[in-house]
């Protein structure tokens, strides 16, 4: 059964600062992945989305690798700035299954 | 091309009546998928739909918990009886027809509160 974990729960940073948030997962086999930011009390905005076969993605300040092999994917955010606070949500989805496997997120704050 | 709407927003009933929760998909997309996010809790997958069909419903409670996508008008998430346990907010997604789906785009959700 795939599980997907992300570290750390929580992160604080000063304005300005490059940061990395983990994202793994047990079962290799996965069709893609993707990153989502939650904002509190809204839905999921989709950052990025990598497919099985790609080592990463970019977007802005946004970069985000996958290690299938190792069960591992990171979101790098460079230059980071308050608006960029949110929750940060990893899913995978299986190569068997439909659904969207989320991890628990990872709750960023961005201090001015 | 407006994104995926939910409706209502925000929804409270009494324990012992009925939710209903409602997803329109983004225009062209015939693949509605719902989940649910339990206070402290990740999202967690409930059921996935296709145009009069339920394609995959293994994560959907065994009881009390419905879903339908008619042929015309949106998807419906029901909920009867509701109990406390039931709060949460439930989110839909859609994405486009064909085999090769990628991305699934997400609506605001509809928070539940049960009292």
């Known amino acids: 059964k795939q599980e997907v974990t992300q570290i750390p729960a929580a992160l604080s940073v000063p304005e300005g600062e490059n940061l990395v948030l983990n994202c793994s997962f047990t079962d290799s086999a996965i069709y893609n992945l993707q990153w989502f930011r939650q904002d509190p009390g809204k839905g999921l905005t989709s950052l990025l989305l990598i497919q099985s076969s790609q080592r990463e993605q970019t977007s802005g300040r946004l970069n985000a690798s996958l290690d299938k092999s190792s069960g591992r994917s990171t979101l790098y955010i460079a230059a980071s700035q308050p608006g960029d606070s949110a929750t940060y949500l990893c899913a995978v989805k299986d190569q068997a299954g439909t659904a969207l496997i989320f991890g628990k997120g990872t709750t960023l704050s961005v201090s001015s | 091309n407006a994104g995926v709407m939910q409706n209502p927003r925000h929804l409270v009933r009494r324990r012992g009546q009925e939710a209903r929760l409602r997803c329109s998909p983004m225009k062209g997309h015939s693949h509605v998928y719902w989940y649910r996010q339990l206070p402290e809790e990740g999202l967690k997958f409930m059921v996935y739909?296709?145009?009069?069909?339920?394609?995959?419903e293994s994560g959907m409670p065994k009881e009390r918990f419905s879903a339908e996508f008619p042929k015309e008008g949106p998807s419906i998430l029901r909920i009867q009886q509701v109990v406390r346990g039931d709060s949460a907010a439930y989110f839909c997604?859609?994405?486009?027809?064909?085999?090769?789906?990628?991305?699934?785009?997400f609506g605001p959700g509809t928070r539940l509160t049960v009292t």
């Open positions: 739909l296709q145009k009069e069909n339920i394609i995959d």
């Open positions: 997604a859609s994405s486009p027809p064909g085999e090769n789906v990628y991305e699934q785009y």
